[in-house]
Nanobody, 123 residues
Framework: QVQLVESGGGLVQAGGSLRPPCATS????????MGWFRQAPGKEREFVAA????????YYADSVKGRFTISGDNAKNTVYLQMNSLRPEDAAVYYC????????????????WGQGTQVTVSS
């Protein structure tokens, strides 16, 4: 049984930083990639960042490139999203997701999802 658990969200001022972790369990050899998505009220869930466990490739949405960094700790089975220079428009529920296929910006490519962690950015 695969489980993903996000934490580390919260309230931060604009310009601040957060680093929510996503703890994974039940990862199998078929797991290839992890992604972070976000969803703000009244908006569709959107891609934020993704990477492959097997390599160093990372992928980012244009809106976060240069400010956010996705990384993984194999020993801890944990994925992180370092978020710097946060803006009010970054406020959303952030979800991590796992795929056994290739890393993708499409949420339909991911097989498992966490419950989400709320990020609020005050201006």
């Amino acid at each position: 049984q695969v489980q993903l658990v996000e934490s580390g969200g919260g309230l931060v001022q604009a310009g601040g930083s957060l680093r929510p972790p996503c703890a994974t369990s039940g990862r199998t050899f078929s797991t290839r990639g992890m992604g972070w998505f976000r969803q703000a009220p009244g908006k569709e869930r959107e891609f934020v960042a993704a990477f492959n466990w097997s390599g160093a490739n990372t992928y980012y949405a244009d809106s976060v490139k240069g400010r956010f960094t996705i990384s993984g700790d194999n020993a801890k089975n944990t994925v992180y999203l370092q978020m710097n220079s946060l803006r009010p428009e970054d406020a959303a529920v952030y979800y991590c997701a796992q795929t056994s296929g290739g890393v993708s910006y499409r949420n339909t490519a991911y097989d498992y999802w966490g419950q989400g962690t709320q990020v609020t950015v005050s201006s």
